[in-house]
């Protein structure tokens, strides 16, 4: 599969029927995964706040994990080795553990393994890594699936403002910089993540409101400021709130932000439809730079060095 | 008082006598605050895991604070409009809400507010705005603070070196990105904030293990990386995992990574102690640039503006 058709899927992914099996009893959930895997606990936790979640990006888990945890490992590949080595830490303690992955020792690991189609870079299996968790605790209906199919093949998906985009940021060689706003700050994080290993530029995300207290300051006044390239991530149904803090934001600090809107009305089609133009643009900025975007040979690498210094 | 006497009171304010008083009978923490009132809940994070800590930085509360939610609101001005906001909405939930704060709204609002010393920027409070939370938990003890005030006024923190560092990102005028480590990713998003607020340069932070599945990928190999100046925090007692990652991502992205150690042998002295040496740090570029340190009219002017828009 090329690895632009694996990114298209997306709209086959979110119908995706995989679904971890919730059990009564558990008062708390922890997500464990990193990097393309660890996302999924990101976007779960922009849709669910009825318990607490708390999210593992590394080796130790908390110490409240408890039998009234669901602990929720996500890995790709199946052999991440921050995200094994806490669910070995969190069935010690007792959790109750459920799994997502394409194979690999996680899922020999732990029998309740969702399993996902195998022969994507684990990035662009993003809807088969999320939708199981959302699924799980009921978190969207049937039409918002259907909607967002559409939304996700339709006029807005259409490729050329996302390649031009992307030409104006190589052109200029600039940082993508990526504003969240309530409820999307996994998807600014994503888009961050996307420009990092697929076009392979450095690039970082902030949010509203929170960023009002701290980068506000620097954008105002900071060098370097032409070298870096503003988005800022919206919706339809967002607070008048948030809208007045990113137009008074550009006024007072002098900075352009792109803004890009999500698709639909649900939280489910502008949180998919969203990721879905920032994969875009990073894939096209990958092409234009002449790199491959699908190559992380590096971090293959780096676990290579790794594993011999011990 | 001098700006620079605000951040050097940090050696008087970890022993700071406040303490919120924890209840017994709550199964789950919220923390609200936002920019350099925020951060106490970050830190917080990192010191406690025996119960699940959400922190709110906006408006919205999630839906499982109820009657066992320990509710901390954490605004030094006491006027904070997000966390006023917050504080309401809990309150109707019925949770256990404690304020840390100067005065304001706050301190009417809430009655259980521990009130701490008034005059200082927020950001300069942030041993007072901790404190409380660490204290209340009993997460530290007396002669971590007796052992961790010598530190902050010895040797290692002689200012002579944070000056130099300063002045060599100023001379090729740099971005500040700062790598945390496990327990420290509060302290490496300190950082980010006071490049921001004090020196008004951008500045980002990510995290060791996680920026290995994402930010590698760009460090190889992105466009601009010279203008970045790219610091990590680590401690004495790291993990050697860590610091073989550390050393590995280094050497195959070919970037030069500032290292900067925290000193003494505790979680707390460690944290104080690089928490500190990242204030000087911040203080001696905006020194450098010309710009006033503690001037941070802009967000004034920002709350003005989003006031008359309502």
């Known amino acids: 599969m090329e690895y632009i058709d694996e990114i298209a899927s997306l709209k086959d992914q979110i119908s995706f029927s ?18 393309g895997s660890g996302i999924a606990g990101k976007i779960f936790q922009d849709f669910y706040t009825k318990k ?48 997502i992955s ?34 799980g605790f009921r978190l969207f209906g049937k039409s918002e699936v259907e909607k967002t199919k559409e939304l996700l093949v339709g006029e807005d998906m259409h490729k050329d403002p996302f390649q031009k985009l992307a030409d104006g940021i190589f052109s200029t060689k600039r940082i993508p910089v990526i504003f969240g706003t309530p409820g999307f700050n996994s998807v600014a994080y994503r888009w961050k993540t996307q420009f990092n290993e697929n076009a392979k530029v450095l690039a970082y995300s902030t949010s509203f409101p929170e960023l009002n207290h701290n980068d506000t300051m620097a954008l105002e006044n900071t060098y370097r400021k032409e070298e870096f390239y503003f988005f800022v991530l919206t919706h339809k149904q967002m607070e008048k709130e948030i809208a007045d803090r ?22 489910f089609s502008n949180v998919f439809t969203l990721i879905h133009k920032g994969d875009y643009i990073s894939y096209f900025l990958a092409k234009k730079r002449g790199i491959d975007p699908r190559n992380v040979s590096i971090i293959e690498n780096l676990k290579r060095e790794l594993r011999e210094s011990n």
Chains 1, 2 share one sequence.
């Open 18 to 35: 995989g679904q971890i099996e919730v059990p009564d009893g558990i008062d708390k959930i922890v997500i464990a995964g990193m990097g």
């Open 246 to 267: 990113i137009r008074i934001t550009s006024k007072l600090c002098k900075i352009e932000m792109k803004e890009i809107e999500g698709d639909g009305t649900s939280l």
């Open 102 to 135: 394409s194979g690999g020792s996680l899922a020999e690991l732990v029998d309740d393994t969702v399993i996902v189609p195998e022969g994507f870079q684990p990035r662009s299996a993003v809807g088969y890594l999320t939708i199981p968790l959302l699924r």
């Open 52 to 99: 607490p979640v708390t999210l593992v990006n590394s080796y130790e888990i908390p110490e409240f994990v408890d039998p009234k945890t669901l602990f929720v490992a996500v890995s790709y590949s199946g052999n991440t080795e921050e995200t094994l080595y806490a669910v070995k830490k969190a069935r010690d303690k007792g959790a109750v553990i459920r799994a």
